[in-house]
């Protein structure tokens, strides 16, 4: 099967939104056995619109439209693939007492008279609820070919696609493609086909090896007739895999090192306090995008000021002597953390996180600290590439030092 | 001028990246008077990607593609741009010399010999440098069309644009379209008509009015042979403006919130301190994404553990009576702040990122609180979609009360 999506905005054409439906679409697609092989942005123009309808048309199979569903005039979307397919538009009274009895629950009643578009829809076209919005989407299907047209706003397309889309993608498909990713540090690629020659052999599920900046991943892939299927399939080479690399695996599918290092954070019982600065909360916010951070979490300090850091336990002469930036403060700051936060773990950085040199360092040097009850580990980095992004890397490089710690630590069985 | 993005990499049909580097160029066109009227995404398919080359040539006077510039066999792009040309690849002597000067430097000598092709060229290509990356661009010119062929990584793509493209559009360009936005709080988009009147009629520059999250904003779009004479209309009219809703405006073009409230900050000659539990360090994180924020910004606590908020001044009467989610609590963090970091004023924040309700509050409700020396002001809200984008709007919640608070002072005169 050869899909196209078609997006569809004049605020696209401007520049003024990115258009992530497309991506996330694009994502959805393989687990379905689908090809995507085109992608076509295009404004809110009859002509053009109606061009990309008609050569999508006579190339793919499916056809995924989103946005142009709104009651202004500008919104054509309807329209054009009435036209596209040739038929003619009709209002649903089922769609206009559903619309009318949502802008009846918002307080708007009567409902605007150009919003009646909104419950239009053309003979081969079944009706997509969209409960997040007014705009329902269309399942359009005739002589082979399927468009399915759905509203502009990613809330409304997400939901619309997981609760109406997948699953009759999922019906329809004659295998299903389920892949798990499990992602690893400690061992470089080679490294992990060593130790794991004995499954990468296999072709269901296979398995791929990706250098990824958070660590080697591990992509299983398995087909079969259904979701459960393919699970069974992975299950026991995803366990074994786990027996080959002990402790390797931090994270599984979308997991961010935030969650993998709060689930080691939980496993062994410890808590963390932070003393940050130059990252000014980043490494805090990260750790706390977590559900259920709150277990292992104990908070932290923002020490954006100098005499912030000396009123919550870094020593001025630290500072004096050694500089702001510096192995010293960081690891002061670390130990600080500790107490301050009343945790087991502290961690501590400083740094640069301005375009401007300071104290003879260059600009995004930062040093970051990680104090247990017993010992100090310290690193350095320098990455410059702007403010945010010399921050994110600050947080990353934080939850390696982290996640590194925890690894070691669940090795020595410490806990 | 018409103009159509071409943005190639099977990547991107399988949703691993999402294509920014569309809607970065979709919003400088503009200014250069060139319509973009389609793009189109296709995967490393000679193909496929011919087709959606002799398309744009068809039909479009300016071609910008990004992708494919890699040393690998599947990046194609040089090849099919030759192809749709007509015209036959070559090393470029020159090129090539630069190329394995830059391999060299990097350590990597001798170069590996794929890299050959990204010295490559075709007679009608111009090479447009890339410092950032190994891959060149090329200026493609002939018979009244343009295609410009750029790498895939935003930050190469985004240099070369500003340094190399964007000039040569400027160069060409009949007119430049400059346009400047102003940020206003405080007054609705009937209100700001009406203030503004004596304004709102002008054409060069024109007007427009735009509801948006942050407020309502104005933008001033003026039209002229360079881009100084496009300046020099807006700024009296700019000037006019602030004249007629004194203090209105928090911001212009880019300015994000934090960087709006920092600068009446530092206007003010106030600093500011944190205690945050819910947003997690997001709030100061957002407000040290500011350069220059260390003017202002002394620190915050992230309050996560309830014997956080205890330790650092919030009463633990004040807890036990009203509870961890409540208005006294939030006013208690704000004031405490002020104490904790030393700060002219204490920003509060408390309330549930979680999914669950909690002391029979919903989940995502959230308590705000902004103390000075003399009073404390309050707000509450919900709004619950998920931990992070919970948290991100407590962000904005904070700023919106920080900028009303000083918007306020800033019109009373008091600093």
Do not use: C
């Given at each position: 099967m050869r899909a196209e999506i078609v997006s569809i905005g004049t605020e696209i054409?401007?520049?003024?939104?990115?258009?992530?439906?497309?991506?996330?679409?694009?994502?959805?697609?393989?687990?379905?056995?689908?090809?995507?092989?085109?992608?076509?942005?295009?404004?809110?123009?009859?002509?053009?619109?109606?061009?990309?309808?008609?050569?999508?048309?006579?190339?793919?199979?499916?056809?995924?439209?989103?946005g142009g569903l709104g009651p202004t005039e500008d919104d054509i979307t309807r329209e054009m693939v009435g036209?596209?397919?040739?038929e003619e538009?009709?209002?649903?009274?089922?769609?206009?007492?559903?619309?009318?009895?949502?802008?009846?629950?918002?307080?708007?009643?009567?409902?605007?008279?150009?919003n009646i578009k909104q419950a239009m829809r053309i003979p081969s076209a079944r009706v997509l609820e969209n409960p997040r919005g007014t705009a329902p989407g269309w399942w359009v299907e005739r002589d082979g070919k399927v468009i399915v047209v759905m509203p502009g706003p990613p809330a409304e397309t997400h939901h619309m696609w997981e609760t109406l889309v997948a699953p009759e993608l999922e019906r329809r498909a004659d295998a299903i493609l389920v892949s798990r990713t499990l992602k690893t540090v400690g061992l470089g690629e080679a490294a992990l086909d060593e130790a794991l020659t004995s499954v990468l052999s296999g072709t269901n599920p296979s398995i791929g090896t990706y250098a990824?900046?958070?660590?080697?991943?591990?992509?299983?892939?398995?087909?079969?007739?259904?979701?459960?299927?393919?699970?069974?399939?992975?299950?026991?080479?995803?366990?074994?895999?786990?027996?080959?690399?002990?402790?390797?695996?931090?994270?599984?599918d979308d997991d961010s090192m935030s969650a993998g290092v709060g689930r080691m954070l939980r496993e062994q019982g410890l808590?963390?306090?932070?003393?940050?600065?130059?990252?000014?909360?980043?490494?805090?916010?990260?750790?706390?995008?977590?559900?259920?951070?709150?277990?292992?979490?104990?908070?932290?300090?923002?020490?954006?000021?100098?005499?912030?850091?000396?009123?919550?336990?870094?020593?001025?002469?630290?500072?004096?002597?050694?500089?702001?930036?510096?192995?010293?403060?960081?690891?002061?700051?670390?130990k600080a953390a500790r107490v301050a936060l009343k945790s087991d773990l502290g961690l501590g950085l400083t740094g640069i996180a301005g375009n401007e040199p300071l104290e003879g360092q260059p600009a995004g040097t930062m040093h970051l600290a990680l104090a247990d009850a017993d010992n100090v580990e310290y690193m350095t980095f320098r990455f410059l590439q702007g403010r945010e992004q010399t921050k994110r890397r600050a947080v990353q490089q934080a939850l390696i030092l982290l996640r590194k710690y925890l690894i070691e630590r669940a090795a020595k069985g410490t806990h």
């Open positions: 054409m401007f520049g003024e939104i990115t258009d992530t439906n497309a991506s996330y679409i694009a994502g959805q697609l393989p687990q379905y056995g689908i090809d995507l092989l085109w992608v076509t942005q295009v404004g809110d123009n009859p002509a053009r619109l109606t061009e990309a309808l008609k050569r999508a048309l006579d190339r793919s199979d499916y056809i995924f439209t989103t036209a596209a397919m040739g538009l009709f209002v649903d009274p089922e769609q206009e007492a559903l619309l009318r009895a949502n802008f009846a629950r918002r307080g708007i009643d009567p409902m605007p008279p150009r990824r900046a958070d660590g080697v991943a591990l992509r299983l892939a398995a087909k079969a007739k259904t979701r459960e299927e393919a699970q069974a399939l992975i299950a026991p080479v995803e366990a074994e895999i786990r027996r080959l690399i002990p402790g390797a695996i931090w994270g599984v808590t963390l306090g932070l003393m940050e600065s130059a990252s000014g909360g980043a490494i805090a916010s990260a750790i706390t995008d977590v559900d259920g951070s709150s277990d292992y979490f104990r908070g932290g300090i923002v020490s954006y000021a100098t005499e912030v850091k000396t009123m919550y336990g870094v020593p001025a002469e630290t500072i004096a002597t050694h500089g702001l930036y510096s192995r010293e403060t960081a690891e002061a700051m670390a």
